[in-house]
């Protein structure tokens, strides 16, 4: 059914001037998939196969450091995107592992029907380029707030920017995102609720 479909519909519609046909025709090119909690849909050595947009549920991507930590990358809930771009974009093994906190549905979109929906359109082209601009700038600012806010502030504007993930992702993955100790997470959280 289109149902499964709808967020994507409305996103699209809400980025791209495209006719029912047109936003079908791009629709037509993903494939839904149910992903169970704790399993992953990208490993390392192995190449990413798709674009994931998420219908419902919640994802974390992460590596493993030479210390045997686990460091968080992203993030996604219903409405955002996953996967290891670097391997995607460029077809090459994965260096980190996406797997899922809840119970999923996703809308994949894979290599060759990226490919063929760019080449098709100006329109479909705009949108990923638009997508991959708002990655990259969310990207950056994620370095820069690493790089000049106190684990405090991070936290802060975690919260006012994103407050749909909190009831979404354990304490110990949000802490990992932020860089620190989920100990510290507490302690903040807790000065926080006292305050």
Request: no cysteine; net charge neutral.
């Given at each position: 059914?289109?149902?499964e479909?709808?967020?994507?519909?409305?996103?699209?519609?809400?980025h791209?001037?495209?006719?029912?046909?047109?936003?079908?025709?791009?629709?037509?090119?993903?494939?839904k998939k149910?992903?169970k909690?704790r399993?992953?849909i990208?490993?390392?050595?192995?190449i990413?196969?798709?674009r994931?947009y998420?219908v419902?549920g919640a994802?974390?991507?992460?590596?493993?450091g030479?210390?045997?930590?686990?460091h968080?990358?992203n993030?996604?809930i219903d409405?955002?995107?996953?996967t290891d771009?670097n391997?995607f974009?460029y077809?090459k093994?994965?260096?980190?592992?996406?797997?899922?906190?809840?119970?999923?549905v996703l809308?994949?979109?894979d290599?060759?029907?990226?490919?063929?929906?760019k080449?098709?359109?100006?329109k479909?082209?705009?949108?990923?380029r638009t997508a991959?601009?708002r990655?990259l700038?969310f990207?950056q600012?994620?370095i820069?707030?690493?790089?000049?806010?106190t684990a405090?502030q991070?936290?802060?504007e975690?919260?006012?920017e994103?407050p749909?993930?909190?009831q979404?992702?354990p304490?110990?993955?949000?802490?990992?995102?932020?860089?620190?100790t989920?100990?510290?997470?507490?302690?903040i959280?807790n000065n926080k609720?006292?305050?």
């Amino acid at each position: 059914t289109m149902t499964e479909f709808e967020p994507l519909y409305s996103k699209i519609k809400d980025h791209l001037d495209l006719s029912d046909e047109e936003t079908t025709f791009f629709l037509s090119h993903f494939a839904k998939k149910k992903v169970k909690k704790r399993q992953f849909i990208v490993q390392p050595d192995y190449i990413a196969k798709h674009r994931n947009y998420v219908v419902n549920g919640a994802f974390r991507s992460y590596v493993i450091g030479n210390d045997g930590q686990e460091h968080t990358l992203n993030l996604a809930i219903d409405d955002w995107w996953i996967t290891d771009s670097n391997s995607f974009i460029y077809q090459k093994p994965a260096t980190m592992f996406v797997v899922a906190l809840e119970d999923s549905v996703l809308l994949q979109l894979d290599f060759e029907n990226e490919q063929k929906l760019k080449s098709h359109s100006h329109k479909f082209e705009t949108f990923f380029r638009t997508a991959a601009e708002r990655g990259l700038t969310f990207l950056q600012r994620r370095i820069t707030s690493s790089h000049t806010l106190t684990a405090e502030q991070r936290y802060e504007e975690f919260v006012s920017e994103y407050p749909q993930f909190l009831q979404r992702i354990p304490q110990y993955v949000l802490a990992s995102y932020l860089g620190m100790t989920t100990e510290y997470l507490s302690k903040i959280r807790n000065n926080k609720l006292k305050s």
